[in-house]
């Protein structure tokens, strides 16, 4: 989002409630400039088993050969990085643990880089583009890959309304660009971008739910975060985590889930979906005041599930590590989920232009680990990361790098 400093809102706030009111039609062409085709031939992936289907784009199965310096199901020691531009019982739930503990799966798809959006705009498709550059080096070849299917629709509608997604699906232009505020636009790729970014967050709960895979790591564009249920805004348009969590609910009979947001904007949008839901916890550390202006420490939700802890302009690792362990990281054991979803934005790194916290690439390596000791502390380890800001371009693929590698060695 373009950085609209805001002041915070008052104790008595509640999120808004507001249609969709339509776009303004811009009527020039759009240039789509791939580095990356779509397969010729273009079919929709049905759900596969991670470990012994075929791949597309040559991607290989996890552990198909052992890594370099490292025994079969096991990692090498970590590599340099080269930038170019306990499950607890339940009552009622049974969950199966993992098969393969140490598996990673990757998932991203070449439609995110359909998503043209104006120019000079900073969520580009050059952010996919660094991210699966350096995700093919050597130090990841261990990962599972998968490719972001197009979600079903009854899985949006988990979280907005249908007369929402029917707007957005007919805004969506066959040529030029459809401007929906200041900051979210469309171009004839968007739709289907936006469709397969909830498709492989839905996908990476299925396979970490069902015990393929021990954890999942899902880079698609447009991000979801500022989605809310009748409203798009800043670069978002489905809101992916908050989907995420209501699917492993739905569908995998999961009694609790928690959302954890650790991009440097606050997530209305997925405060807004869950702001009555006692059954999923949505934590976020961000910058304020700062873009969308939501996320004071007093907004908690109807349940008490929402759990803010903001942070201030030039803070950097030493308050965002507090923030975690004083506020949000008790909060989470408190909670014992039986998934732990990450909304993944890299835009608190000095190096982003949209923001003024100051993160490196440790403190993502940190975050990374303290929500995989949470989640093997709650729910066997069960974890799903969705890519949402981070647009400085280096900043955003060394901090991947450092995320991923994080996830892999579990």
Not at 33 to 54: H, I
Not at 336 to 341: A, E, G, S, T, Y
Request: hydrophobic residues 40%.
């Amino acid at each position: 989002m373009a950085e609209s400093k805001s002041a915070a809102l008052p104790l008595g706030y509640a999120p808004r409630r507001r249609p969709f009111a339509g776009a303004t039609i811009l009527r020039r062409p759009v240039r789509i400039n791939r580095a990356v085709a779509r397969p010729a031939e273009f079919r929709e992936p049905g759900r596969r088993d991670v470990r012994t289907a075929a791949r597309p784009l040559g991607v290989r199965r996890p552990c198909d050969t052992p890594p370099a310096g490292g025994a079969p199901g096991r990692h090498a020691p970590a590599a340099k990085i080269l930038l170019t531009p306990g499950h607890r019982q339940r009552d009622m739930v049974e969950i199966p643990s993992p098969m393969h503990p140490m598996t990673t799966l990757y998932i991203t798809h070449p439609a995110a880089l359909d998503h043209i959006p104006p120019l000079g705009h900073p969520e580009r498709p050059d952010r996919i583009r660094v991210v699966d550059r350096v995700l093919e080096q050597e130090a990841f070849q261990s990962l599972a890959r998968d490719q972001a299917p197009v979600c079903a629709i009854d899985r949006i509608a988990l979280c907005h309304t249908q007369d929402y997604i029917d707007a957005i699906r007919e805004a969506a232009p066959t040529e030029g660009m459809v401007q929906l505020d200041s900051d979210t636009s469309m171009s004839p790729g968007t739709y289907e971008a936006a469709l397969r970014a909830v498709g492989g967050a839905v996908l990476a709960v299925d396979e970490v739910m069902t015990g393929r895979v021990a954890n999942a790591f899902c880079a698609m564009r447009p991000p979801g975060h500022h989605a809310e249920i009748t409203q798009p805004m800043g670069f978002c348009f489905f809101n992916n985590a908050a989907i995420a969590a209501r699917h492993a609910r739905d569908r995998h009979g999961a009694e609790r889930v928690a959302v954890i947001d650790f991009d440097v904007h606050h997530g209305n949008g997925t405060q807004d979906i869950l702001w009555a839901d006692r059954n999923v916890m949505y934590c976020s550390t961000h910058e304020m005041p700062l873009y969308p202006g939501t996320g004071a420490a007093s907004e908690r939700g109807e349940h008490g599930t929402i759990v803010n802890a903001p942070l201030r302009a030039g803070d950097g690792g030493d308050e965002f590590q507090e923030a975690f362990e004083s506020v949000i990281i008790p909060r989470l054991l408190g909670f014992r989920p039986d998934l732990v979803v990450l909304s993944a934005g890299f835009d608190a790194h000095m190096r982003d232009p949209l923001a003024n916290i100051n993160l490196l690439e440790p403190d993502y390596t940190w975050v990374t680990k303290r929500m995989m000791d949470v989640a093997d502390t709650c729910c066997g380890g069960r974890l799903v990361s969705l890519l949402e800001g981070g647009y400085d371009l280096q900043g955003l693929a060394r901090s991947v790098a450092v995320h991923v590698t994080a996830l892999m060695r579990g």
